[in-house]
């Protein structure tokens, strides 16, 4: 994720300052399989070289409980165009589907990443926002662009949205 962070600094809110201090367990606690895990991080791998990555939270509080977030998506520059993003996203969406109680997947995407949009688009994610001023990069103010993905459809057709 530190390399993420340096070769694409618009596509994330977080930084490597931020992050680079941060002990080995926090980041381990993300790679979990224990069943009950609120996080989830989804590693794609070229042959023993971690190529791509992305994460799954899941919402705790009670009333938000129905909901997860798709975060941290990254695929190294020479390994794109080669459906490894596409394959971490189904499996985040796959993952989410297989969870009991989980109706939809959130993301944000910074609105320069246009190639992102796209993926995730055609993956079924809508939008349904725009956040203007939403992360600062040097002097440079970008938007958020918020999407969602329907993983449960009971009850969609029926105005419970």
């Given at each position: 994720?530190?390399?993420?962070?340096?070769?694409?600094?618009?596509?994330f809110?977080?930084?490597?300052?931020?992050?680079?201090?941060?002990?080995?367990?926090?980041?381990?606690?993300?790679?979990?399989?224990?069943?009950d895990?609120?996080?989830?991080?989804?590693?794609?791998?070229?042959?023993?070289?971690?190529?791509?990555?992305?994460?799954?939270?899941?919402?705790?509080?009670?009333?938000?409980r129905?909901?997860?977030?798709?975060?941290?998506?990254?695929?190294?520059?020479?390994?794109?165009?080669?459906?490894?993003?596409?394959?971490?996203?189904?499996?985040?969406?796959?993952?989410?589907?297989?969870?009991?109680?989980?109706?939809?997947?959130?993301?944000?995407?910074?609105?320069?990443?246009?190639?992102?949009?796209?993926?995730?688009?055609?993956?079924?994610?809508?939008?349904?926002?725009?956040?203007?001023y939403?992360?600062?990069?040097?002097?440079?103010?970008?938007?958020?662009?918020?999407?969602?993905?329907?993983?449960?459809?009971?009850?969609?057709?029926?105005?419970?949205?």
């Amino acid at each position: 994720m530190l390399e993420a962070y340096v070769d694409e600094p618009c596509a994330f809110q977080a930084t490597v300052p931020e992050r680079e201090p941060l002990p080995l367990e926090w980041w381990e606690s993300r790679v979990s399989d224990h069943p009950d895990a609120t996080q989830l991080v989804f590693g794609a791998f070229v042959e023993t070289q971690l190529v791509g990555v992305a994460g799954l939270q899941f919402a705790q509080r009670e009333r938000t409980r129905h909901k997860a977030s798709l975060f941290g998506m990254a695929v190294l520059p020479q390994f794109r165009g080669q459906g490894i993003a596409r394959a971490l996203v189904e499996a985040v969406l796959a993952k989410a589907r297989s969870t009991p109680g989980t109706r939809i997947v959130q993301l944000t995407v910074t609105e320069p990443n246009v190639s992102a949009i796209r993926l995730y688009e055609s993956c079924g994610f809508l939008p349904f926002g725009t956040e203007p001023y939403a992360v600062k990069v040097g002097e440079a103010f970008l938007s958020l662009n918020h999407m969602w993905c329907a993983v449960d459809e009971r009850g969609w057709g029926s105005g419970s949205r």
